[in-house]
């Protein structure tokens, strides 16, 4: 079954020369997923994946509600203003992070940072929270497993084909959920080793080689990286792992 991966934003914290905070476009078969909803979701503004995107069945993951992966909610209404499908959003539950999915919904859509309530929004909306254990999507598989940043941040794989690590401290060892993935979307958060709750090129480049994947689309780029210094790490590519440097808004197809 082909992937067909599509980078609308791949910033953290803020979005800098063209490039928006966190949102991933994952398409599975007929199923279309999206990897966070930073700033990055108004990408799908485009009349071509407005198109594709009307109404096919749309989940999307949350790997944690910093307002880098979150803000995008609040777009939604004007992304889709004549769906008539549901939107499912999942996310990890309370217990399971310091926060769960329906209580950032809340907070993000309530007055006065919102006009619109999510129960509001021109389409359903179904909140759907998971623990450890993840979920289905119409068959397909979502495994997760906790990372270690403030307020807690989860991995996601989507079946086979795509793992998502993002916002997880420089000391995490290894992904174990990665393992026999298509492709590895990681935080690259500098191109330098890190410390402390993000990870760099260099822990994802180690990762990626343990769990045996063969390539590394990096994410999640800080606001000090320019572009000269992104479209470098191209150049870290090893014999076992290739490194994609994501254009926002140019899919990969596998
Ligand atoms: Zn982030
Ligand atoms: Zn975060």
Request: negative net charge; charged residues 20%; proline residues 8%.
């Amino acid at each position: 079954m082909e992937t067909i991966l599509t980078p609308l934003g791949t910033r953290g914290w803020m979005p800098r020369d063209g490039r928006q905070t966190m949102c991933t476009l994952v398409q599975v078969g007929a199923h279309t997923f999206l990897l966070d909803c930073g700033t990055g979701v108004s990408r799908l503004l485009d009349p071509e994946l407005q198109a594709q995107l009307q109404e096919s069945p749309l989940t999307i993951l949350f790997s944690h509600y910093h307002l880098d992966h979150l803000a995008g909610l609040a777009y939604l209404p004007g992304i889709f203003p004549e769906r008539k499908r549901p939107v499912r959003l999942a996310g990890p539950r309370e217990g399971f992070l310091s926060q769960g999915l329906r209580q950032a919904c809340e907070q993000l859509t309530a007055s006065p940072l919102s006009s619109r309530h999510y129960r509001e929004f021109p389409f359903p909306v179904e909140i759907q929270e998971f623990g450890p254990e993840g979920f289905q999507v119409d068959g397909i598989p979502i495994a997760v497993a906790l990372q270690d940043h403030p307020g807690g941040s989860v991995t996601l794989r989507i079946g086979d084909a795509v793992c998502y690590a993002t916002d997880l401290a420089a000391a995490t060892r290894e992904l174990p959920l990665a393992k026999g993935v298509e492709v590895l979307i990681h935080e690259a958060w500098s191109p330098q080793a890190q410390a402390g709750p993000h990870s760099g090129l260099l822990e994802a480049l180690d990762r990626t080689e343990k769990a045996g994947v063969s390539r590394l689309v990096p994410t999640h780029f800080s606001p000090w990286m320019d572009e000269a210094e992104i479209q470098s790490l191209a150049t870290y590519s090893t014999a076992t792992v290739k490194v994609l440097v994501p254009t926002e808004g140019f899919p990969f197809r596998f």
